[in-house]
C-alpha cells in the first residue's frame, strides 16, 4: 500500500490555509507534521481523513484493494469524540462495532493502555490524560493501516508517551503507516517530518534535530 500527496492546497473561511504540500508514505513509514498554531495541521489530517475537500491537489491510494483512504484509517483528533456517560471499555465496545474486528478486545486494548482499571468507569469521570488514553485505545479495536494521530501526545505524562510511542513503533514494524501532528518532541526512529506554513510549497524532509527548539 503507498500513499502518495501531491501539491495540496487547503481554504477555510475564504482563507489560504496552505498549498503545495506534497510527501508519500510507504509500510512503515511515519511522517511528523510541524506547524505554529493555526498552520493547518489538523486541516490537513481533515483532508487525508476525508472530513474536509482539498482546495488543490491529490490524494493517491495505491494497493488498497478498492477500498478508499478513509476506509484504511484511523483519526484521532484532538477532541477525544468519547460519550461522556458510558464507560471506557463501552466507549471501545462502541468503536470497535462501528468499525472494529470482532475479535479485538476493548479490554484488552485499555490494558494496553495501562487502563484496565478504569474499564468501568463513564468518562465523565476520567482525568484528562485517561480520556485521551482511551480515544488512543481505539486505534486496537480495529486493524487499519493508517493513523491518523493529531497531537497524540498532549496530556500524556511521561510515561504514556512511552506506551504510545510503542504503539506506534510495533504498528509501523507491522507494515503500518502514522502521519502524527505535534508541538512536542516526537521520538519516532527515522520519521519524515514536513512544515506547513502558509506560503508553499511544503515537501517532505527528514526531522530536523532542531525542530522543536
Ligand atoms: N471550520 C472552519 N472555518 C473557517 N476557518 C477554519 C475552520 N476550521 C479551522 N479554520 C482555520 O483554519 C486554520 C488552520 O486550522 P488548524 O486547526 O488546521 O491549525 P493547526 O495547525 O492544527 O493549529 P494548532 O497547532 O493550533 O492545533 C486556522 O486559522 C483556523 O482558524
Known amino acids: 500500500m503507498h500513499l502518495h500527496v501531491e501539491n495540496l492546497a487547503c481554504v477555510r473561511g475564504g482563507r489560504r490555509i496552505f498549498e503545495g504540500v506534497s510527501f508519500s508514505l510507504r509500510p512503515g513509514e511515519a511522517l511528523v507534521v510541524l506547524g505554529r498554531n493555526g498552520a493547518g495541521k489538523s486541516s490537513l489530517l481533515d483532508i487525508l481523513a476525508g472530513r474536509l475537500a482539498p482546495a488543490g491537489g491529490t490524494v493517491t491510494l495505491s494497493g ?71 480515544a488512543l485505545a481505539r486505534l486496537l479495536v480495529a486493524r487499519r493501516p493508517f ?42 526512529a527515522g520519521a519524515k517530518a514536513i512544515r506547513i506554513e502558509r506560503a508553499g510549497p511544503r515537501t517532505e524532509g527528514t526531522l530536523p534535530e532542531d525542530a522543536f527548539r
Open 147 to 188: 493513523w491518523l494521530l493529531d497531537e497524540p501526545t498532549a496530556a500524556l505524562d511521561a510515561a504514556s508517551q512511552e506506551v504510545l510511542l510503542r504503539l506506534i513503533e510495533e504498528h509501523r514494524a507491522g507494515g503500518g503507516m502514522v502521519v502524527a501532528t505535534t508541538h512536542q518532541p516526537l521520538a519516532l
Open 64 to 134: 488498497a484493494d478498492e477500498r478508499t483512504l478513509p476506509e484504511c484509517l484511523h483519526h484521532v483528533g484532538h477532541r477525544d469524540a468519547l460519550k461522556a456517560a458510558l464507560t471506557a471499555e463501552e466507549n471501545l465496545a462502541f468503536a470497535r462495532a462501528f468499525l472494529g474486528d470482532p475479535d479485538l478486545d476493548p479490554r484488552q486494548a485499555l490494558g494496553a493502555l495501562g487502563l484496565a482499571h478504569a474499564a468501568g468507569l463513564p468518562v465523565a469521570y476520567l482525568s484528562a490524560g485517561q480520556r485521551r488514553r482511551v
